[in-house]
């Protein structure tokens, strides 16, 4: 565990307490749906939530809108991930934050902890929710900005985070037992796009993307070519499409290897730059990680349960 509940959170205990200041919510706006739901996690009922980008947007190359644009300025505050992955709408962002309190919570990470992109010159790859260790490395500075707009809710806030941080740590260790039954020989994930390099780096998997950090990279035909000799000679037995990419590539994969001979299926569908259905389990980030994590064992012949971590999965591929 990276990060110490100990040295940075108060007791849970406090969870259980309604704020005073509850019939006045801190009204944020939140650029993608793991930050809105990270907010609403550690803000509870002190926080009401709008995320902009819903299931299967891409935040690479999302563009605020005019409705975005009076939504953020009217909020109380506005939470957005950085790290370069809101691409389009970073240099809005930037300067809306010389006028109102916005957030780029990834920005806070320790910049040791993050893997150099290989798209962009001095940034790093954004995907850091991949790996629920550096997740909660973004969980301090949530509970910072919250409480600096509403001081009064500092107990609940960090009693609140230190219960998600709870939840974090129980996923990290039911991800690492799940993924560690996977054979030596099927530890291979590849996507439509380079989305899973934490992933890979928390739990020894060899990750290949299509593309690259970026869903505006081009997939050339060599790229392509490539992938599918290697699919065809290692004897891959599954890729994986992704909720918020075209599929486009990762089927001209699937029918260059039958034509070399080599039979690859699609493992399942993943979600990289955007959660499940808002309401539903996979629609939080705890159930988007447990989908990924279930999806790819299960695909790669681990012997794990279709439901997940809680039995609160529909059924994973």
């Known amino acids: 565990m990276l990060l110490s509940r100990r040295s940075v959170l108060a007791s849970a205990a406090a969870m259980v307490a309604t704020p005073s200041f509850a019939?006045?919510?801190?009204?944020v706006v939140a650029s993608t749906g793991m930050i809105a739901d990270l907010v609403r996690a550690i803000g509870g009922t002190g926080v009401e939530v709008q995320a902009l980008m819903g299931p299967g947007v891409d935040p690479h190359a999302y563009r605020q809108t005019r409705s975005d644009i009076v939504d953020m300025t009217r909020a109380d505050a506005v939470f957005w991930h950085g790290l370069y992955l809101e691409a389009q709408m970073e240099e809005f962002l930037l300067d809306l934050g010389r006028k109102r309190p916005v957030y780029a919570v990834?920005?806070?990470?320790?910049?040791?902890?993050?893997?150099?992109?290989?798209?962009?010159?001095?940034?790093?790859?954004?995907?850091?929710?991949?790996?629920?260790?550096?997740?909660?490395?973004?969980?301090?500075?949530?509970?910072?900005?919250?409480?600096?707009?509403?001081?009064?809710?500092?107990?609940m806030f960090e009693a609140n985070a230190s219960a998600f941080i709870t939840?974090?740590?129980?996923?990290?260790?039911?991800?690492?037992?799940?993924?560690?039954?996977?054979?030596?020989?099927?530890?291979?994930?590849?996507?439509?796009?380079d989305a899973f390099g934490y992933f890979g780096a928390a739990y020894d998997f060899e990750v290949l993307g299509i593309q690259g950090i970026s869903t505006e990279s081009e997939a050339g035909l060599n790229r392509i070519s490539t992938l599918v000799d290697l699919l065809v000679e290692r004897a891959l037995p599954a890729v994986f499409v992704e909720t918020s990419v075209s599929d486009r590539n990762i089927r001209a994969l699937i029918e260059g290897s039958a034509a070399q001979g080599h039979t690859v299926t699609i493992g399942g569908a993943l979600f990289s730059d955007a959660m499940g259905p808002e309401g539903t389990y996979e629609g939080t980030w705890l159930g988007m990680i447990d989908h990924n994590v279930t999806t790819i064992a299960r695909a790669l012949g681990a012997d794990v349960p279709a439901t997940g971590r809680l039995g609160r999965l529909k059924g994973a591929a």
Not at 121 to 150: F, N, S
Not at 168 to 193: G, I, K, N
């Open 23 to 27: 019939a006045s919510k801190i009204n």
């Open 106 to 155: 990834a920005e806070t990470v320790d910049t040791d902890l993050l893997i150099g992109s290989e798209d962009y010159e001095g940034r790093y790859d954004p995907h850091i929710w991949m790996d629920p260790d550096l997740w909660v490395q973004c969980v301090p500075a949530v509970v910072k900005a919250l409480t600096a707009l509403r001081p009064k809710g500092k107990e």
């Open 167 to 193: 939840e974090a740590e129980a996923l990290s260790a039911y991800s690492r037992a799940a993924l560690e039954a996977v054979q030596p020989p099927a530890r291979v994930l590849l996507t439509a796009h």
